[in-house]
């Protein structure tokens, strides 16, 4: 038996949620997403017969995690460097906007690695930033591409979640590429939506399914730990096949610098360069 709740993104609403389904007696709860990390530090020893699972702990100062607190987090990096790789080989022109949600410190980070991506292609590229303000916000997101767009940007990068569909949005009616993370913008833009990159958590969901059914939730199997603490994640990346990069939009009609079959066959070349370990991907800065 399972129950989702989503778009709960403040956690003074989404504190008595995960409090109710704690009293329901749930074995599991998951909060999927950064801003779960403070209720569910709030709620743990509350409830020492309910495992949690929250992601991005790990950024959090103060945040543990303990027999019944697992964290999870992608590595920025996966989730942008492909994205800039792609971007720097079809940018026809010199500026790049990126559009991203909340000013977060891994926000911006994903921006950097990005950033650091496209100039290990190509360092003559200028990039334009601005930030909606939340992962929902699509006008907002928007409004922020079309800021781009009017200053001079030739292709947008947007950094996350929903607001990438106002972004996309913004950047067909101008007529100039769009690469995104968290998830493929091509129903929204098919004519410049280029590829993307997304999460694939059905594996580390089995693992946590498997280790609650188990009585193992908690242990080190599968973690990764440093400092004093101790403290314990689960790492999400390309390497493991958490992060995927999404294939090339073959129908896009947008121009790019290169054909969309050129792009396809260097982002394979450069996801298998990373998943046999011949390149790692560095962290952004």
Known sequence: E???????????????????????????????????????????????EVDFAMAGGILIPGSVTTPNVADWLYNTQDMAWPN????????????????????????KGMHQSYRDAVMSVNPNIDFLEGFAGSFVDVQRAAEVAQQHIDQGADLIYCSGDGICIGAAQAASAAGIPIAVGFGSQEQAAPDVYLSATVIRLDGLYGVWFDQVRDGSFGTSEGELTFGEEGYAFFPSGIFNGQVEVMPVNMNATVETAIPLAELQAIMDDFVSSVQNGEFMIPFPG
Do not use: K
Request: hydrophobic fraction near 45%; avoid cysteine; aromatic fraction near 12%.
């Open 2 to 48: 399972y129950q989702v709740i989503e778009e709960i993104v403040d956690p003074t609403d989404s504190l008595p949620a995960i409090r109710d389904f704690a009293s329901q007696g749930y074995d599991l709860i998951i909060g999927h997403g950064i801003e779960y990390v403070d209720p569910i530090q709030q709620l743990w020893a509350e409830f020492p």
């Open 84 to 107: 800039g790789v792609l971007t720097a080989n079809a940018l026809v022109g010199d500026t790049i906007g990126i559009v991203g949600g909340p000013e977060f410190d891994f926000v």
